[in-house]
């Protein structure tokens, strides 16, 4: 356990940097709002909608895949402050659109920034955080994010009820985007308080930097055999080629990356918080009350993921995801069955059925595959392997963008939500085969857990020889 000075230390490094979720999450929610704005604009179709809401994860694509190796290069904070810059500029620049190529371009940009920021800021956490409270600081990402998504629906709602409605099609929609200057410039501000990563310091030879962070995080004692490992870490393993990703041991690390990210986000939760008001109003909810509704969706998230941050460290990952993808298909069963019983007044069951659905993936696939991937790699190769999973991860978020829309007008809601249902019960059958348990175990451990046994036992055998010489 880590001195108890240390305490704030740690809470700020990780709260700022975990405030990269308020990025993620507004730009994730505030679209949900403005779409039927844009849509009765400009009269897009389904495709052009789904364009519109999915065109940021392209920028996103392109910003985790190069996370990684801009910031062994340059860093992980001035990456991060970088992203920043990007997310104020786009809101800027999305807020003053004179069209729908605009639009896009400006969200595009907003995708840089975020790719950037949701790679680094877990990565940053995981390589600062002591071992027993690492899960639940990393889980301040997706809590900030679902803070994120929670105060854009409320604001999306209060500017819905600012005006007229013929108001909103020509200013409403602009200050919901304009908003997001705010998260951007608070994000930008905090990250002036923290320090660099000390394995990225330690990797650029920038050791005494690197210990006096790990001695006001850990102190000394802890410091200094932090440090060592570190050292030896990256000493040991200096390969750093993203060939390196596909060798016995990594390959299984990068195959159980990939899966987290993209089952963070096939399984259904985006439809719900990029469509909620479109989707409630297809039940009967209407004159604003669809935005109230995803509000409410909204503040459900909130709760839970705070119930994930107090129980992560204590039941562990492995079980909460199983837990969580079982009911999660429930839901998903169920939603998919008020659509196509269509029942009358079936708006507020299905309201309940959401929250359902929500409350089970905030405590499960929602914060703890953010939390995982950078736990998972080893350091030398860390930073390109979480931006490779995120990567996918933003590639599978653009689908569900893109093509929600166009299956729910081809195939309708019951089928759509019933084909989430089985990809969430494909998800639970993958965390119980593949997904190592990773509670209370520090990062040079976890990287142990992808080595051919014989050579863990190599080094181990090792290690106690130079114990007993020492």
């Known amino acids: 356990m880590f001195e108890k000075h240390s305490t704030w230390y740690v809470i700020l490094i990780a709260v700022s940097a975990g405030m990269a979720g308020l990025l993620y999450g507004f730009d994730t929610a505030v679209i949900s709002g403005a779409i039927g704005y844009l849509q009765e604009l400009y009269d897009l179709s389904p495709a052009m909608e789904g364009w519109v809401i999915s065109c940021v994860m392209i920028g996103g694509v392109i910003g985790?895949?190069?996370?990684?190796f801009l910031s062994d290069k340059y860093g992980r904070k001035n990456i991060m402050m970088i992203a920043a810059v990007l997310f104020i500029i786009s809101a800027l620049g999305s807020a003053f659109a004179t069209s729908v190529a605009m639009l896009v371009w400006a969200r595009i940009i907003g995708g840089f920034g975020i790719g950037f920021a949701s790679a680094l800021s877990v990565t940053y956490i995981s390589e600062c955080a002591p071992p027993a409270i690492r899960g639940r600081l990393g889980s301040l990402y997706q809590l900030f994010t679902i803070f994120g998504i929670c105060a854009t629906f409320y604001i999306n709602y209060g500017v819905a009820n600012s005006g007229t409605?013929?108001?909103?099609?020509?200013?409403?929609?602009?200050?919901?985007?304009?908003?997001?200057?705010?998260?951007?410039?608070?994000?930008?501000?905090?990250?002036?308080?923290?320090?660099?990563?000390?394995?990225?310091?330690?990797?650029?030879?920038?050791?005494?930097?690197?210990?006096?962070?790990?001695?006001?995080?850990?102190?000394?004692?802890?410091?200094?055999?932090?440090?060592?490992?570190?050292?030896?870490?990256?000493?040991t393993e200096q390969s750093t080629s993203v060939k390196e990703l596909l060798k016995p041991g990594l390959r299984m690390a990068m195959g159980v990356g990939i899966f987290l990210a993209l089952f963070n986000q096939v399984i259904g939760m985006n439809a719900v918080t990029y469509y909620g008001p479109d989707i409630f109003r297809s039940v009967g909810f209407e004159n604003n009350t669809e935005f109230l509704a995803t509000s409410i969706i909204g503040s459900v998230?909130?709760?839970?993921?705070?119930?994930?941050?107090?129980?992560?460290?204590?039941?562990?990952?492995?079980?909460?995801?199983?837990?969580?993808?079982?009911?999660?298909?429930?839901?998903?069963?169920?939603?998919?069955?008020?659509?196509?019983?269509e029942p009358a007044n079936s708006g507020p069951l299905l309201v309940i059925f959401v929250a359902g659905f929500?409350?089970?993936?905030?405590?499960?696939?929602?914060?703890?595959?953010?939390?995982?991937?950078?736990?998972?790699f080893p350091n030398h190769v860390r930073g390109k392997a979480v931006g490779i999973a995120t990567m996918f991860l933003w590639g599978a978020n653009w689908a569900i963008g893109q093509f929600t829309p166009i299956l729910i007008n081809n195939m309708g809601g019951a089928f759509t939500f019933w084909m989430f249902a089985v990809i969430n019960v494909i998800c639970f059958t993958f965390v119980m085969t593949i997904v190592p348990e990773t509670k209370n175990k520090s990062l040079e451990e976890i990287a142990k857990l992808w080595k051919p046994k014989k050579k863990v036992e190599k080094e181990e055998v090792g290690e106690g020889l130079a114990s007993t010489r020492g």
């Open 301 to 341: 998230q909130v709760v839970f993921t705070i119930v994930a941050l107090l129980l992560i460290d204590k039941l562990g990952r492995k079980k909460l995801m199983a837990i969580g993808s079982s009911l999660m298909a429930i839901f998903m069963l169920l939603i998919g069955s008020v659509f196509y019983f």
């Open 358 to 376: 929500t409350a089970s993936f905030c405590v499960s696939m929602g914060p703890i595959p953010w939390i995982m991937i950078p736990e998972i």
């Open 64 to 68: 985790v895949a190069t996370s990684g």
């Open 165 to 235: 409605h013929a108001w909103g099609l020509e200013e409403g929609w602009r200050w919901m985007l304009g908003y997001g200057t705010i998260p951007g410039i608070i994000f930008m501000i905090l990250l002036f308080f923290i320090p660099e990563s000390p394995r990225f310091l330690i990797k650029n030879g920038r050791d005494s930097e690197a210990y006096e962070t790990l001695k006001r995080i850990n102190g000394e004692k802890i410091a200094k055999r932090e440090a060592e490992d570190i050292r030896t870490s990256i000493e």
